[in-house]
């Protein structure tokens, strides 16, 4: 059973580049949520995407979009990069629970950004 | 006053030590809470998850909840050095019927042979 995936493992960038990351839900999972992780911080919600629309977003700017596509895979789109964006993007999925919520969130191995 | 606090560390231990990790939250509507645990450079991996107050054993981990005091704890015996890492607090966010998680900064372990 494969886990959550994501893609590319690192990538560089240039200030005031776009860059999309992309990521694979567990098997069975329908929901998809990212984090931000600074160096040496805890992981910082940005936004959770189920049913192929984000339903709750963190304290994020719009340049940070995503996209949930019909196989529950999804994509962060960051534009305009700032140093400050600099950082391991995580992917986490889970399932929701009728009535219940979402349940446990599974991370993937993350994608290093480094902005220059 | 941040919603989750978590001591960074680093804390260092003999290798056999009892470990005790902790985190404090700010809001008492919480009721889900987590411990995950990050190798250097990979993702967070989930060690244990607990509801409400009380305590859950599994294997040498065990984590408590301490809900009148906002106090959630993680202990672990018989350190090995497999255990070095960082361990994450995390607790779920409910927001209508989504949730997500708040993170503490996580505490820097090294378990010394």
Redesign the interface.
């Known amino acids: 059973d494969a886990g959550?995936t994501q893609s590319p493992t690192h990538l560089i960038k240039t200030r005031g580049q776009q860059v999309t990351l992309r990521c694979s839900p567990k098997s069975g999972h329908d929901?998809v949520?990212w984090?931000q992780q600074a160096l040496?911080?805890?992981?910082?919600?940005i936004f959770?995407y189920?049913e192929e629309e984000e339903?709750?977003r963190?304290n994020f700017p719009d340049r940070f979009s995503g996209h949930q596509y019909p196989n529950y895979s999804s994509e962060l789109n960051v534009n305009a990069l700032l140093l400050g964006d600099s950082a391991l993007y995580?992917c986490?999925s889970?399932l929701?629970l009728a009535g219940w919520?979402?349940d446990?969130?599974?991370?993937?191995?993350?994608t290093?950004l480094t902005v220059l | 006053q941040k919603e989750v606090e978590q001591d960074p560390g680093p804390l260092s231990v003999p290798e056999g030590a009892i470990v005790s990790l902790n985190c404090t939250y700010s809001n008492s509507a919480f009721q889900y809470f987590m411990w995950y645990r990050q190798y250097s450079r990979k993702g967070p991996e989930l060690l244990m998850y607990t509801y409400s107050s009380g305590n859950k054993e599994d294997g040498r981990f065990t984590a408590q909840v301490d809900k009148s005091s906002k106090y959630i704890s993680l202990f672990i015996r018989d350190s090995q050095p497999s255990d070095s890492a960082t361990y994450l607090c995390a607790i779920m966010n409910y927001g209508g019927s989504q949730g997500n998680l708040i993170f503490g900064k996580g505490t820097k372990l090294s378990v010394k042979p």
């Open positions: 959550v929901t949520s984090y040496g911080q805890g992981p910082q919600f959770q189920y339903r709750q963190g995580l986490a889970s929701v919520g979402t446990t969130q599974y991370f993937g191995p993350g290093r």
